[in-house]
């Protein structure tokens, strides 16, 4: 039978960990700064977002953010979803 809820915590940080890996890695293939990107998105701190990026104090993306940086990098929200699976074979 196929689990109806996240109960491994370790997966869902494995999530936040790849989605911020690849927000950081087309950050920087955009050649945009962190602090520039932070004034794109209408933030007020870019420790918040560098928080966000590096998974600090528990900190991650919301699917605001995750919008907002799509549309400031110009990038098709999808590729911050690369190298995630949701589709689990039943054991």
């Known amino acids: 039978m196929k689990k109806l809820s996240i109960s491994d915590e370790e997966e869902l940080r494995d999530f936040y960990k790849t989605v911020s890996e690849n927000v950081r890695a087309i950050r ?3 050649n945009m700064p962190q602090l520039d990107l ?8 870019i ?7 590096n998974l600090k104090d528990n900190h991650h993306f919301n699917l605001e953010h995750i919008y907002k940086i799509a549309v400031a990098l110009n990038v098709d929200i999808l ?3 690369n190298g995630i699976s949701t589709i689990k074979e039943d054991p």
């Open 38 to 45: 932070v004034l794109e998105m209408g933030l007020r701190s």
């Open 79 to 81: 590729e911050f979803f």
């Open 47 to 53: 420790s918040f977002y560098s928080k966000c990026e």
């Open 28 to 30: 920087k293939q955009r």
